[in-house]
């Protein structure tokens, strides 16, 4: 069985800081993992992708996640926050059309 | 304009009426998807069409019947709904291969 566990409801950072969602997946072999970013009165954007090959992943909007086989981890990151990323991050995992997301993690940002 | 519009974006219903909700997707997707979106739930995948033709019905009530008559359109028919019902039920399309879901702007359902 898939899953997928985002310990973090909920985080409060402040702009210009730098910011981490984890993930912590459970799959039965080589996962493909992706975050997608929703905001409010949005449906769900692809942030970044990881299938295989370099560890650490480059997506848009200046976001990155690594991939660590031995954590069962896909944490997200970004260096710098701007206002605009306040929005709901979540964590999947899954291959072909089978994919098993996370409750998803609320992300504030205060000036 | 996300490539996979939703009709409509809001919706409140009875519980003894019947709705529609309509998908379209403009990527030449072949596969489309319905998900059920609830507060601080993971999304729940409802129902997936390969070649409009369904490959999953995850245990759904049948008070949801969705269907599929080309690749580009997926409607989700509602009657008799239950208030749990009440959700954002969004719309996703993918490609062949390993090619990631796209969204659409999801619906959102009241049943009063």
């Known amino acids: 069985a898939q899953s997928v566990t985002q310990p973090d409801i909920h985080i409060t950072v402040s702009e210009g800081a730098s910011l981490e969602l984890r993930c912590n997946y459970s799959?039965?072999?080589?996962?493909?993992l992706f975050w997608y970013v929703q905001s409010p009165g949005q449906g769900l954007q692809l942030l970044l992708k990881?299938?295989?090959?370099?560890?650490l992943v480059q997506g848009i909007k200046g976001f990155e996640a690594e991939f660590k086989r031995s954590q069962s981890s896909f944490n997200l990151r970004k260096p710098s926050v701007h206002w605009s990323d306040a929005a709901e991050y979540f964590c999947?995992?899954?291959?072909?059309?089978?994919?098993?997301f996370g409750a998803g993690t609320t992300v504030t940002v205060r000036a | 304009e996300t490539g996979v519009t939703q009709t409509p974006r809001h919706l409140v219903m009875g519980m003894t009426n019947k709705k529609s909700l309509k998908c379209e997707q403009h990527?030449?997707?072949?596969?489309m998807y319905w998900y059920k979106q609830s507060a601080k739930k993971p999304l729940e995948l409802m129902f997936v069409?390969?070649?409009?033709?369904?490959?999953e019905n995850n245990s759904v009530p049948s008070r949801f019947s969705p269907e599929c008559p080309n690749s580009s359109h997926l409607f989700l028919h509602l009657h008799t709904l239950q208030p749990e019902d009440s959700a954002l039920y969004l719309c996703?399309?993918?490609?062949?291969?390993?090619?990631?879901?796209?969204f659409g702007n999801g619906t959102r359902l009241t049943v009063t």
């Open positions: 990881y299938f295989s090959g370099d560890t």
């Open positions: 999947a995992v899954g291959r072909d059309y089978k994919l098993s």
């Open positions: 990527l030449g997707h072949n596969a």
């Open positions: 799959y039965g072999a080589t996962p493909y």
């Open positions: 069409y390969n070649f409009k033709e369904q490959t």
């Open positions: 996703a399309s993918r490609g062949t291969g390993d090619s990631p879901l796209h």
